[in-house]
Nanobody, 123 residues
């Protein structure tokens, strides 16, 4: 049974940093492209960042470019999202997701999802 479990969310102030973690079980992270998505209240789920199996390809949403970074630890079977200079508009539930095949920003292309972790940024 595949499980992706996000952690590390919380309430922070604008300008602060957070690191989200995604722990995988029943799935070997090195065999999958990994992504982070987010969903704010009343909005659709949106793409945040993707990293390929090899780590050689990364895609970022324009809204987080230069502030967020994704990394993976294939030994620990984990993926991380480092978020710096957080803004109130970054407030959302953040989801970790895994996919096979080519890089994608589309949530419908992802095979496995975590349950999400809340990030709230106060102004």
């Amino acid at each position: 049974q595949v499980q992706l479990v996000e952690s590390g969310g919380g309430l922070v102030q604008a300008g602060d940093s957070l690191r989200l973690s995604c722990t995988a079980s029943g799935l070997t992270v090195r065999n999958y492209g990994m992504g982070w998505f987010r969903q704010a209240p009343g909005k659709e789920r949106e793409f945040v960042v993707y990293v390929s199996r090899s780590g050689g390809i990364t895609l970022y949403a324009d809204s987080v470019k230069g502030r967020f970074s994704i990394s993976r630890d294939n030994i620990k079977n984990m993926v991380y999202l480092q978020m710096n200079n957080l803004k109130p508009e970054d407030t959302a539930v953040y989801y970790c997701a895994a996919k096979t095949g080519i890089a994608s920003r589309s949530s419908s292309d992802y095979d496995y999802w975590g349950q999400g972790t809340q990030v709230t940024v106060s102004s």
